[in-house]
């Protein structure tokens, strides 16, 4: 769903934090996690996600929980 391949969860962040005003990419809800993707290439991007698509991004991507902003 959300990572191609060599991609990983770099960070997860509050909207709040970024300034950010966005809504989910996968849906359009209110975003409630910011997460930040690596790729192999060096390059990042963001990706806003509602809870409930945060919470199923979780589930396929456990190790994103070690990276959650406290
Ligand atoms: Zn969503």
Redesign the pocket.
């Known amino acids: 769903m959300l990572l191609q391949h060599g991609e990983e969860v770099s960070n997860c962040l509050h909207p709040e934090f970024n300034k950010l005003d966005e809504s ?1 990419s ?4 209110v975003c409630y996690r910011v997460i930040v993707i690596s790729g192999t290439v060096g390059r990042s991007r963001q990706l806003s ?2 809870g ?2 945060f919470i199923e991004a979780l589930q396929k991507y456990p190790e994103m929980n070690h990276r959650q902003a406290s």
């Not at 996968?26 to 809800?29: H, I, L, Q, S, V």
């Open positions: 989910c996968e849906c359009g809800a996600l509602c409930k698509h």
